[in-house]
């Protein structure tokens, strides 16, 4: 249980008469509240007499997903709301950066809601991805917590990371999300990893890997490709193309025809999509991952969409023009995902109380978050090391 | 010879396999393993363990070191082999920004229980970029353990440390010894990182060196004590956790110390070593560090002189502080 003792936990305790005896049980929980260890402790309370670690089964997702064959209209409702999710968070989350509250920076990833939802949507639970340092949204639609993940913005103790990593570190191991990643394609050799181990253990789970456009000129996406290629891995490879490398169009920093014939010159085959339709990513990701989980090696999905906001929430994007962003803005996958679960059959007043309650959901974490307690002061020099931790 | 004088590299091998054998999730990756690695260090592992579990690599450092990672975040634990240290650098954001990091960042959620294995040292006709010792950089990257073995027992008794810890391991190894024998006892026992080997012990002055190294100082140190010279001599081991301790101790009682290491000086672990005795003893006479100039390791024999160490220079120097 060692492995146990650098982790945040609190204890619970009650009683119970076994036998007519009162014993002591307690409950160890993490900081997200997750048992650890249960212990039944023996009548002096100080020696436990059975002691074991939970496993904690993963949490559900954000919403289990309704079927996509049996009932259409409760699965386009499902992705629906995770993508609203997902844009209310980002929204909210620049505005608080913007109002001063909420320490660092945003990279927003409002506008390319499509990708994460409908590749993760596609995924099982025990799956991994891996993500960017443009990350809420991959951890959303994996099923991270969202108190969770506001409160580790806010940089608080109760935060998915302790608020030791906020926006662009956020990481939530108990649904598969192995981190969003601070390095443009870091997140690449990790997948490859994770796959490989995966498959040591006797796994059949996937791992997604997420990057953008900007990712597909760094040395570590050639050698992935190539990596994933030669031991034939179960990496879903997934390009999110929002058109900017940072503070410029990737139309003046990218050669050739794209990162999917660059993913092919390797023998990495896959699809191009409409990264805006959260219904075709869907489907090309569940192809797409299917064929890699059977042993097909890895698979490529090029995700072409589009970033409303600047590079950063300070950002004020001048390097792009209004019409493109109006061009954009009018294929809204928000609006088209809106617009499809209209045509499957959801009422308006449906739809705008699912909107509703997102919103009040986002809030509520919000207001909470802003109340929780920042980590104190000693949990800087925890979590470092074992061997040679900080004196 | 015995039949228990073993190469370096072959009791580098032996204890890798021994522990494979104990934990099925121990694996390898790196260039060239599957032959048993540049320096035979993992001969015969390949046969034993096959493919799946000694993965014989692309020349991708980054990869190399970033699969690593993702590995034991999903709950292996690899031994990522990066040939010599010089081909860490285009691995250096994998290591440094990434492994050394997760734990934290993450709050606690994951461990890179992993152990990056890099022979590094001086070997002649090398130059530049074969031959660097860097040891100290890693150091300064909080997360990470740094090993230095200079003895085939003790590369032993580390490399077993480090695959039962939960710490990622920058694991040193002194690549111009991995073909000289040593007489082995029976038992390689595991050997805890930042305890320090005390080799001979002595009241006039202390020496403090590691890795490829530690043979010069020895034979200066052999050289001292047919002098009459008390010489308390120690071999650190490991950089990090280092053993602080012990070096201080003896510091107090003999008043002088010479640190004695492979490489550029300036920033090197010699001047943490160094300082850190300056900063706890109060009644110090002299320190000297011994250690390569600040240049690129030069090709040509009668320049790559000029980073060597040779025991003339470690005598010299605690003459130095004798004198004090």
Redesign the interface.
């Known amino acids: 249980m060692r492995h146990l003792l650098h982790r945040r936990w609190r204890l619970h305790e009650a009683f119970v008469k076994i036998n007519g005896i009162k014993r002591g049980l307690w409950r160890a929980v993490d900081h997200i509240e997750h048992p650890v260890c249960l212990s039944l402790m023996g009548a002096r309370l100080d020696v436990p007499v059975a002691s074991r670690e939970v496993t904690a089964p993963p949490r559900p997702s954000l919403m289990q997903i309704p079927s996509h064959k049996t009932d259409h209209c409760a699965f386009l409702r499902e992705l629906y709301r995770r993508m609203k999710a997902i844009r209310v968070f980002e929204d909210t989350c620049v505005a608080a950066h913007k109002a001063g509250e909420m320490p660092g920076y945003i990279h927003s990833s409002a506008g390319q809601e499509a990708v994460p939802v409908g590749v993760c949507s596609a995924l099982r639970t025990d799956d991994r991805i891996t993500s960017t340092h443009r990350g809420h949204g991959h951890g959303l639609a994996k099923g991270s917590d969202l108190d969770g993940m506001m409160a580790e913005l806010y940089g608080k103790e109760a935060g998915l990371c302790g608020g030791k990593g906020g926006s662009m570190h956020v990481a939530d191991f108990s649904v598969g999300m192995l981190g969003a990643n601070g390095i443009v394609a870091g997140g690449i050799p990790i997948a490859c990893g994770a796959a490989q181990g995966l498959r040591l253990l006797g796994s059949d789970a996937i791992v997604a890997c997420f990057f953008g456009d900007g990712a597909v000129n760094r040395g570590p996406f050639l050698e992935g490709m190539n990596w994933a290629a030669i031991y034939k891995l179960p990496v879903l490879f997934v390009c999110e193309d929002n058109t900017f490398s940072a503070f410029t169009h990737s139309s003046t920093t990218t050669a050739g025809p794209g990162p999917l014939a660059r993913a092919e010159s390797c023998g990495v085959s896959g699809e191009r999509v409409d990264g805006n339709d959260v219904l075709a990513v869907h489907e090309a990701a569940l192809r797409l991952s299917s064929e890699a989980r059977a042993g097909g090696g890895p698979r490529f999905l090029w995700a072409k969409t589009y970033r409303f906001s600047g590079h950063v929430s300070v950002d004020p994007a001048a390097y792009r023009s209004q019409a493109d962003l109006d061009a954009a803005l009018a294929h809204d996958p928000l609006a088209l995902a809106r617009a499809k679960l209209a045509k499957a059959g959801l009422p308006e007043a449906d739809i705008a109380a699912l909107d509703s309650e997102v919103q009040a959901d986002i809030l509520r974490s919000q207001a909470r978050a802003r109340t929780l307690p920042y980590p104190h002061r000693a949990q800087a020099f925890m979590d470092v090391q074992d061997m040679g931790a900080p004196a | 010879m015995s039949s228990n004088t073993l190469t370096m590299g072959e009791v580098a091998a032996r204890t890798l396999a021994d522990e494979m054998r104990r934990d099925p ?1 121990i ?1 390898v ?1 790196g260039e060239d393993v599957e032959m048993g690695g540049i320096f035979a260090q993992y001969k015969g592992l390949f046969q034993e363990f096959g493919a ?2 000694v ?1 014989n ?2 020349i ?1 450092e ?2 190399i ?12 634990r ?1 031994v990522i082999e990066m040939r010599i240290a010089d081909f860490v650098l ?1 691995a250096i ?2 290591l440094v ?2 492994i050394a990091k ?10 890179a229980s992993l152990v990056a294995r890099m022979p590094h040292g001086l070997m002649a006709g090398s130059a530049a970029q074969h031959s660097q010792i860097i040891e100290s950089w890693f150091v300064n990257v ?4 740094v090993a230095a073995p200079s003895t085939a027992l003790d590369l032993a008794g580390l490399l077993r440390t480090a695959l039962r ?4 391991v920058v694991f040193f190894e002194p690549k111009a010894l991995f073909k000289t024998s040593a007489d082995m006892p029976d038992d390689w026992p595991a050997i805890p ?2 305890k320090a080997a005390h080799l001979s012990a002595g009241d006039d002055v202390t020496i403090v060196s590691w890795a490829q190294a530690m043979p010069v100082a020895k034979t200066a140190a052999a050289e001292l004590a047919d002098a009459r010279v008390g010489v308390d001599l120690f071999d650190l081991r490991s950089l ?3 053993d602080r301790d012990a070096i201080v101790a003896s510091v107090a009682r003999t008043r002088r110390l010479v640190v004695v290491q492979e490489g550029v000086g300036a920033a090197g672990f010699g001047a943490e070593v160094a300082a850190t005795v300056g900063e706890a003893v109060s009644a110090l006479k002299g320190i000297r560090r011994v250690a390569s100039p600040r240049i690129p390791v030069p090709f040509a024999p009668t320049l790559e002189e000029a980073c060597w160490i040779r025991p003339g220079m470690i005598t010299k120097a605690v003459k130095e502080v004798l004198a004090l």
């Open positions: 999730t694996w990756l799946q579990r993965v690599t692309p991708s980054s990869t070191m970033g699969a690593g990672l993702g590995a034991a975040l999903v709950g292996t690899p285009p954001d994998e920004n990434q997760v734990r934290y960042m993450f709050g606690g959620q994951a461990r909080p997360g990470l353990v810890s939960d710490d990622p990182f930042g990090w956790p280092w």
